[in-house]
């Protein structure tokens, strides 16, 4: 990990040094001390190729933490003279603890234990200078929302320019890594620019370690996000003894939950609830923030203005995992299962999973994709992948669950909910789901709205016949006749053409009777 983690930091570099001096590969390469193949790589992307790492070695002191941690908050109760020095702990684990462990790393532990555990002195915070563009916040909060007609947590994405006070939320089922990701990718195409320095908490997605000072270890993912975008970043110091080094997110995260979120939204989907929450940061741009004369909107543009440019093709934010379908044609993807078409049970696919859509893929085809599910052991399932199997065994088709989501939806709609009822009165449950079955499928081919208007042509007329609902939908959607052409026309006559001209042979006629 240590070794993957230098050569994405090492490509940032050098992808940096290109950006601002314009360096040669050969200028670069010497800089750097790497062969030209590598700076080929970096200035190509932002990730460098993977390669096997043998696993990092825990700490010696890694087993003895806990203790250290326990000594510290008896501290609390004990006397401010008789309390616990670094050296004292380091004493006590060598002695009585057996720890073969050197003092400096007692003291550099116990110097990050203290400020987590907030026992050294408090700072007073300074009032910072915020230039246009040249900062903003990052963090996570949590709200709910009745989505689908359940009480729904979700968690909101935040990025809050420090000048204006413009933000961008987004709204994920988890705090993931590409919840993380995409949400930077969302609030940059909204921006029209990047910040040039974000501020950061210590969430597990962008630091796996925190070393001395102001020095963190990161992610892969995220060394390779701000590569791609050419943004710096600051690390806060951890707990609430740094909140106030974000102190602009911090409040928004409360002041937006309370402003659009009371009383809690109801939404048919997650992504009706992020229309909303963008329709709310337009909003916002009509707001003063405390005393300011001009508006968020009016300090927003001169804040994008000064932002850096965003690069030619955006970062890709999606996680790549392969699944295998299971016998009832679905993937299971963090504990939330999917449906694909049928005919693909028993394979191997690829999924790519983002903050807010689930992606599957055959090869480089797209063949599914589904909204992410805000609810572990879900099932997300489309009625259309399981068409052909219905056709089979019609009998399952009322009670099955993709025909209750499909209802739920809006995909199975009153007009083909009558259409159904009409055709097993008339042709036999069997028969008449079959012939439901084959108009569902004409939605592979065309507009939803022509079929559903070929459906009321012929629930007035109340017919039965899929293949004229298949005729009259081509009609629609070719733009070639009224919506209610069938309504005076006998389901047998469904075949009609006009007349033909017949002067033609008039004319020949006159012609042979001279």
């Known amino acids: 990990m240590q070794k993957e983690l230098s050569r994405v930091e090492q490509f940032e570099r050098i992808r940096r040094d290109r950006r601002e001096e314009a360096l040669s590969i050969r200028a670069l390469a010497r800089r750097h001390g790497v062969h030209r193949r590598a700076v080929r790589q970096a200035l190509a992307a932002a990730t460098p190729p993977p390669k096997r790492v043998p696993p990092r070695a825990s700490p010696v002191l890694g087993p003895h933490l806990a203790t250290v941690r326990r000594w510290l908050i008896e501290d609390r109760s004990a006397p401010r003279k008789q309390r616990h020095t670094a050296r ?51 963090d996570f909060g949590l709200a709910e929302a009745i989505i689908a007609g359940e009480r729904t947590r979700v968690s909101l994405f935040h990025l809050r320019l420090s000048h204006s006070g413009e933000a961008v939320h987004v709204a994920y089922p988890t705090e993931g890594a590409e919840a993380f990701f995409e949400g930077h990718v969302i609030a940059f195409e909204r921006l029209g620019g990047v910040p040039g320095l974000i501020r950061y908490d210590n969430a597990s997605t962008l630091v796996t370690r925190i070393l001395r000072g102001r020095d963190r270890q990161l992610t892969p993912g995220f060394t390779a996000l701000r590569s791609h975008y050419g943004f710096d970043s600051f690390f806060c110091e951890p707990g609430a003894r740094g909140a106030h080094e974000k102190g602009g997110v911090e409040g928004e995260v409360g002041r937006f939950r309370r402003r659009h979120l009371v009383p809690l939204p109801r939404v048919a989907s997650l992504a009706e609830l992020n229309e909303r929450l963008a329709e709310a940061d337009r909003a916002d741009l009509a707001r003063h923030i405390e005393r300011r004369r001009s508006t968020v909107g009016e300090d927003a543009t001169i804040d994008r203005a000064a932002l850096l440019p965003l ?32 005919r693909l049970a028993g394979r191997e696919l690829i999924a790519r999973l983002g903050g807010t859509a689930l992606e599957v893929l055959d090869g480089a085809r797209l063949i599914a994709r589904h909204e992410r599910t805000v609810v572990r052991g879900s099932q997300t399932l489309v009625l259309d992948h399981y068409l052909e199997i219905l056709a089979r065994k019609p009998g399952a088709m009322p009670g099955a669950l993709a025909t209750h989501q499909a209802r739920e939806r809006g995909v199975l709609s009153g007009a083909h909910e009558r259409f159904w009822k009409r055709a097993r009165r008339r042709l036999g449950d069997a028969a008449g789901t079959r012939a439901l079955i084959e108009v569902l499928l004409l939605h592979r081919s065309l507009p939803f709205p022509a079929v559903h208007a070929a459906l009321d042509a012929a629930d007035r007329i109340g017919s039965v016949d899929a293949g004229l609902v298949a005729i009259e939908a081509r009609r629609i959607a070719e733009g070639r006749g009224p919506t209610g052409a069938v309504v005076d026309r006998p389901a047998l006559r469904r075949f009609d053409r006009d007349a033909p001209l017949l002067t033609v042979y008039d004319g020949l006629l006159a012609e042979g009777g001279r």
Do not use: M, N
Request: include cysteine.
């Open 88 to 138: 004292r702990i380091w004493e006590r684990l060598v002695d009585e603890e057996g720890a073969a462990v050197a003092e400096p790393t007692v003291r550099a532990a116990v110097a990050r234990l203290k400020r987590e555990l907030d026992l050294e002195r408090r700072d007073v915070p300074i009032v910072a200078l915020h230039l246009p563009g040249a900062e903003a916040q990052v």
């Open 311 to 342: 690069p030619a093709e955006p970062f890709d934010p999606a996680r790549i995992v392969r699944v295998r379908v299971d016998a009832k044609a679905r993937v299971c993807v963090r504990q939330s299962w999917y449906s694909v078409p049928a």
